[in-house]
């Protein structure tokens, strides 16, 4: 066995592992979930590399250091699991952020799929009378409460759209497997919903009280959608693009960030809900109810697309520094 070519080969990665675990679990579970994801991949090579260096090697000082990395990091990993709410809710935060942000580009994807296509229906809906009749009266005849209507639309058609939208986030994300097709046809089916809507709303002099009472929760459900949209994009695109991994690899590895991105949208449906039954309509002035609606939904998505996952930490020197551990 060349131990010398071991070292000069993997090195770097027992640093990388011995400088990770030696402040312990918590200072390990502060790291966020990437990181943690990557300690763990170390930790695992590393334990192979002492295996093979116990059954083909003699070199006692190698394995010596070799034992001490590997038992450290034992501790740091399965001793870094939270015992408290607060423990627990805090590691759940880092890795949801950290699985976020591995499918940040399919969110504004889907963002931009659904938001585009909301725009472009709209418009045609607002100018084209041949649109509004073929575009409405079905939605009007499900959505809307009986006896209401587009020029005067009442609560219920609100509701009606944040709970049509909670089952569309749902949907695109399960049909994710379809290579993402049945995804992108979730986002613009309900594009074409909500702008034909919208569109006719404001063309037949209704958009003032149509916006009113659905934009207060609709900036959070429209984003929890492409959220959860994103995810099931992530997990088609993972079996067309499974880059040096096999497809049912790379689907297990994006489906396990997938299924951690949509339960992070749960809490945003129910804000979304508390909006749309505790403030819309309920202060009598509608554009401070929009602009609230607008601010929860900016810092919720600051909170998961943008801060940090966690805060980037000094890290000591590793112990290797020549052609042997020291």
Not at 34 to 61: N, Q
Not at 141 to 162: C, H, K, M, N, V
Not at 218 to 242: D, N, Q, T
Request: with cysteine; glycine share 14%.
């Amino acid at each position: 066995m060349d131990v010398d070519g071991l070292i000069r080969a993997h090195r770097q990665s027992w640093q990388r592992l011995e400088a990770a675990t030696a402040r312990g679990p918590k200072a390990l579970a502060r790291q966020g979930g990437e990181r943690i994801d990557e300690v763990v991949r170390l930790y695992l090579l590393t334990s192979a590399h002492l295996a093979e260096l116990r059954t083909r090697s003699h070199d006692r000082e190698l394995e010596r250091y070799l034992s001490h990395v590997v038992a450290t990091a034992h501790g740091a990993i399965y001793g870094s699991r939270p015992r408290t709410v607060r423990g627990l809710l805090a590691t759940f935060g880092e890795r949801y952020r950290g699985a976020l942000g591995r499918t940040r580009l399919h969110v504004a994807v889907a963002g931009l799929l659904l938001l585009g296509t909301c725009v472009a229906v709209g418009m045609w809906a607002w100018a084209s009378p041949e649109a509004q009749a073929g575009l409405v009266p079905g939605y009007v005849s499900t959505l809307a409460e009986q006896g209401g209507s587009l020029r005067d639309p009442s609560a219920g058609l609100s509701t009606a759209i944040f709970l049509n939208n909670v089952r569309v986030a749902m949907l695109a994300f399960a049909l994710g497997i379809t290579l993402g097709l049945g995804t992108v046809w979730v986002l613009v089916t309900n594009g074409v919903l909500i702008g034909g809507l919208a569109g006719t709303a404001v063309a037949v002099g209704g958009g003032q009280r149509f916006f009113s009472l659905v934009l207060p929760h609709g900036f959070l459900e429209l984003l929890a959608i492409a959220i959860a949209a994103g995810a099931g994009l992530r997990m088609g695109w993972s079996v067309i693009e499974p880059g040096d991994r096999t497809r049912k690899q790379a689907l297990a590895l994006a489906g396990r960030d997938a299924a951690l991105v949509v339960v992070g949208v749960v809490p945003a449906f129910a804000l979304a809900g508390a909006i749309e039954g505790l403030l819309t309509g309920v202060t009598g002035v509608p554009v401070a109810e929009i602009v609230g609606g607008a601010g929860v939904a900016a810092a919720y998505a600051w909170f998961v697309l943008v801060a940090p996952a966690s805060r980037e930490r000094d890290e000591p020197t590793g112990a290797v520094t020549g052609t042997r551990p020291a």
